[in-house]
């Protein structure tokens, strides 16, 4: 029998709509697309990769920020959450390439910025090392490494309003995704020693919680249970053992919907990790 995918999201249209409004979210929660720490040594059209795409938000938006010249090359496992070529501008690229391989040689020391953001439910915690190795080698020396993951094992269901909110399907999801990935918070603790480990220098680490800001609350909440409904559908699709049915989760899904609007929300910790190859 193949090996399961560690990463069980799944990769239909509605998620490569969610993954784009997470992208708007989320470049607001970080406060920037480049750290001002990496951007005030960048070159003016530099040579960016972006590990893990998805669909290609991040650099997309990006892209709007710098000069044409710039060359923007996006990577991730599956190309299944690409825009079709036709649809980005001519300096961005998507290709398929797997993080936890080591990078072809042609690519190594081609890049002034490595980007990665969310890759954490594909990864176990003797992946990270990997990851991070390959990051490096792409990495013109000096280059910068740009990594935001969240601590899904932090996600909490917290009431917005009376302490009474029904939170039953809220923390049903939560049992049933993030719960069982016990490894979830493991790069909170070992991050910043396996990046000093590979060869960078950590320059900087921020912790934003998704519920800095409370007219995000709600907003956050609809992303994170859209989320958890992916990775219940993959679970469905890849018969994962104890899953719901497609048709099981969409309602769950539509419940946790509920109590959100009723007054309950998810929190959780975002981080951004800032190191420069050595
Ligand atoms: C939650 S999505 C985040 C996408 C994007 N970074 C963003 O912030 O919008 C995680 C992405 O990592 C990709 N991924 C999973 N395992 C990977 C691997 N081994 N190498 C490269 N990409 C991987 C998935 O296919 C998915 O597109």
């Known amino acids: 029998m193949a090996r399961q995918e560690v990463y069980s999201l799944d990769r239909d249209a509605e998620e490569s709509d969610r993954l784009n409004y997470q992208n708007t979210f989320l470049n607001r929660l970080v406060g920037h697309l480049i750290s001002p720490a990496i951007q005030k040594n960048l070159p003016s059209a530099p040579a960016v990769a972006d590990i893990g795409t998805g669909t290609g938000a991040w650099l997309l938006t990006t892209s709007k920020e710098l000069p044409t010249q710039a060359k923007l090359h996006g990577y991730d496992i599956s190309d299944a959450q690409f825009p079709a070529p036709g649809q980005l501008p001519q300096n961005i690229t998507l290709t398929t390439l797997d993080a936890k391989a080591p990078a072809p040689v042609h690519l190594?020391?081609?890049?002034?910025?490595?980007?990665?953001?969310?890759?954490?439910?594909?990864?176990?915690?003797?992946?990270?090392?990997?990851?991070?190795?390959?990051?490096?080698?792409?990495?013109?020396?000096?280059?910068?490494?740009?990594?935001?993951?969240?601590n899904f094992r932090n996600l909490n269901v917290v009431y917005q309003s009376e302490r009474n909110t029904k939170t039953s399907a809220l923390s049903r999801g939560v049992d049933l995704t993030t719960r069982p990935r016990p490894h979830f918070d493991w790069f909170?603790?070992?991050?910043?020693?396996?990046?000093?480990?590979?060869?960078?220098?950590?320059?900087?680490?921020?912790?934003?919680?998704?519920?800095?800001?409370?007219?995000?609350?709600?907003?956050?909440?609809?992303?994170?249970?859209?989320?958890?409904?992916?990775?219940?559908?993959?679970?469905?699709?890849?018969?994962?053992?104890?899953?719901?049915?497609a048709e099981e989760a969409k309602s769950l899904a539509q419940e946790m919907r509920k109590e959100c609007d009723e007054g309950a929300y998810f929190r959780v910790d975002t981080y951004e990790f800032v190191a420069i190859k050595k």
């Open 108 to 150: 190594h020391g081609q890049y002034d910025l490595v980007h990665l953001r969310l890759l954490n439910a594909a990864m176990l915690p003797e992946d990270w090392f990997k990851v991070a190795t390959h990051a490096w080698s792409l990495l013109k020396p000096g280059g910068a490494l740009q990594w935001v993951e969240g």
């Open 188 to 245: 909170v603790d070992h991050l910043p020693d396996v990046l000093r480990s590979v060869g960078f220098e950590v320059v900087e680490q921020q912790v934003l919680s998704s519920d800095r800001l409370p007219q995000d609350r709600m907003e956050w909440s609809h992303i994170a249970t859209g989320a958890l409904h992916a990775i219940m559908r993959g679970n469905a699709r890849m018969g994962v053992e104890g899953a719901l049915t």
